[in-house]
């Protein structure tokens, strides 16, 4: 199972931007999707998360701004991101755990993408 993720870049306070993961290959089920993030010098940490059943769960730092979505028939997942502020600079990441068309469990991440806040 691949994730590709997209959408990050440069943007000014006060910002939107909207991220993408897509998720392909030999998928049975995505039973959980999250973004997390990395900024320099600190641990990765959870942002969003969103399970199967379309339950949702915010770090308390993005609560109210970002919104976590995803599309089950496409097995992508978004992350809107507004009212970004210069500490949400990171290298986000998608995560997705589920089932493969064997049986067989997987928890598998994308390869990052670079969200800058700035003027």
């Known amino acids: 199972v691949q994730l590709q993720a997209s959408g ?15 998720a392909s290959g030999s998928i049975f089920s995505i ?14 940490e959870l942002v969003a998360s969103i399970t199967s059943r379309g339950t949702t769960g915010y770090a ?10 995803r599309d089950n028939a496409k097995n992508t997942v978004y992350l809107q991101m507004n009212s970004l502020k210069p500490e949400d600079t990171a290298v ?12 067989s469990p997987y928890n598998n991440w994308g390869q990052g993408t670079q969200v800058t806040v700035s003027s």
């Open 60 to 69: 308390d730092s993005v609560k109210g701004r970002f919104t976590i979505s």
């Open 92 to 103: 986000y990441y998608c995560n997705a755990e589920g089932s493969t068309v064997w049986g």
């Open 31 to 44: 039973d959980f999707m999250g973004w997390y993030r990395q900024a320099p010098g600190i641990q990765r």
């Open 8 to 22: 990050g870049g440069l943007v000014q306070p006060g910002g939107s931007l909207r991220l993408s993961c897509a």
